[in-house]
């Protein structure tokens, strides 16, 4: 079965960047489509970006369209998301996602990662 492990959260400046990652392991993985998902306290899970299973089609959440990039490399089994110009609304716990598909006006996933903080501190 797919399981996927996240590395890259932490704390950092307003204005500064973080980069995550997420490595993929099981089943086949170039050919899920790939998210980044977050949650911050008190609010609902949202979706950050989705990445299709070549890499040639992306989506961004409105607020972090021109700040944030995803990318995956499919023969490392790795999926990217670089965080840049990091806002304290960017605070969240930050989920990669494996098998994303579209759903009405969201997104869903398959498959999750465990989860990684990441803190813009004003």
């Known amino acids: 079965q797919v399981q996927l492990v996240e590395s890259g959260g932490g704390l950092v400046q307003a204005g500064g960047s973080l980069r995550l990652s997420c490595a993929a392991s099981g089943r086949t993985f170039s050919r899920y489509a790939m998210g980044w998902f977050r949650q911050a306290p008190g609010k609902e899970r949202e979706v950050v970006a989705v990445i299709s299973w070549s890499g040639g089609s992306t989506y961004y959440a409105d607020s972090v369209k021109g700040r944030f990039t995803i990318s995956r490399d499919n023969a490392k089994n790795t999926v990217y998301l670089q965080m840049n110009s990091l806002k304290p609304e960017d605070t969240a716990v930050y989920y990669c996602?494996?098998?994303?598909?579209?759903?009405?006006?969201?997104?869903?996933?398959?498959?999750w990662g465990q989860g990684t903080q990441v803190t813009v501190s004003s």
């Open positions: 996602a494996g098998g994303v598909r579209a759903t009405g006006r969201d997104y869903e996933s398959d498959y």
